[in-house]
């Protein structure tokens, strides 16, 4: 009896294992497919960058929004791991505060351009780009679209890096004064901003009180902006005055600079081999687990993301907490 126990007990085993949630794990085969479409009356041109998950099947989808001076080729190490964990990513390019208001610029004036694309006007075309990209979804999903059923519209996370941060803020709760949560888009139904920011005018309470679904955000106890004089503590301030509900997380990874969250590029200034490894690997971690849970009711994710399963991927220092 003993023996036929163990052995039934041995044969489980790696049925077992095959459940534990693993949120690095990915299907390798991605399609990356680049388009384009415009919208208004000036004919806004809107980049897009997608990767497609190999299911046929509608999947949840992920928006995402470079950081100042960037591009659609942004988010590039999360967009390949998200759709390799089943998600259609598409990510956008801003006119007006995108790489071409670096072109043909000396080197010594690039910072400068850079600030004056900050702005107001900047912002509010970014929003607008948003609306227009889950419009254009929307069309491109319809019977007769080049993308018939392949997404589920009904499943919409939001993310963004820097400025894209500042626009996933604005989309999915951040109230405006007296304008309220005038950006915001009831469509998108959870949201990854990598190093947020606090509001530029008015409160944080009354700029983030009112946020009802989840949020993620991650940054770094280096996490300092140049452009908008950002500091990691102020960074932490969206956090902090977010209610408490359950659904708000904060991911503080030490040591991590500005461009720990952005992908990996070696150039005359900065070196690859000056980044911690691991940041990558717990921002693509958490943030898997995030959308598995919010995105597709995953019960193993949410496990994962509420235990202590998630401090695995993290190392002694960081600090992952939720309210």
Not at 28 to 34: G, L, P, S, W
Not at 39 to 64: H, W
Not at 250 to 270: M, S
Not at 310 to 321: F, S, T
């Amino acid at each position: 009896m003993t023996l036929i126990v163990f052995l039934s007990a041995a044969l489980l085993l790696p049925i077992a294992q095959t459940e534990v949630y693993d949120p690095l794990l990915v299907d390798e085969q991605v399609t990356i497919v680049d388009a384009q479409f415009s919208y208004g009356d000036d004919n806004r041109i809107v980049p897009m960058r997608l990767y497609l998950p190999k299911s046929t099947e509608a999947t949840p989808v992920i928006l995402y929004s470079h950081g100042l001076g960037g591009s659609r080729d942004a988010g590039t190490f999360l967009g390949k791991h998200w759709a390799g964990r089943g998600y259609v990513v598409v990510t956008m390019q801003h006119a007006g505060s995108d790489q071409s208001v670096m072109e043909g610029i000396p080197l010594r004036q690039k910072l400068d351009a850079l600030k004056k694309a900050a702005n107001a006007t900047s912002a509010q075309a970014r929003y607008r780009d948003v609306k227009a990209t889950l419009d254009h979804l929307d069309s491109l999903n319809r019977p007769g679209g080049k993308y018939a059923a392949r997404f589920d519209l009904t499943k919409i996370g939001m993310g963004g890096h820097s400025f894209g941060a500042v626009t996933t803020q604005a989309v999915s709760g951040q109230s405006f004064g007296r304008r309220g949560q005038q950006h915001t888009d009831k469509r998108i139904d959870a949201a990854v901003a990598l190093s947020p920011s606090p509001p530029s005018f008015g409160s944080a309470s009354d700029a983030f009180g009112s946020v009802s679904i989840p949020w993620l955000l991650m940054t770094g106890t280096e996490d300092a902006s140049m452009l908008a004089r950002t500091t990691p503590e102020k960074r932490r301030e969206v956090f902090q005055h977010l209610p408490q509900s359950g659904q708000f997380y904060e991911l503080l990874l030490d040591g991590a600079k500005h461009e720990a969250f952005a992908d990996e590029r070696t150039n005359r200034f900065r070196s690859r081999l000056s980044r911690n490894p691991n940041h990558h690997k717990a921002i693509k971690a958490i943030s898997t687990a995030f959308w598995d849970t919010y995105l597709k009711d995953d019960d193993n994710a949410k496990a994962w993301l509420n235990s202590n399963d998630a401090k695995d991927v993290l190392e002694p220092a960081d600090v992952w907490q939720k309210k």
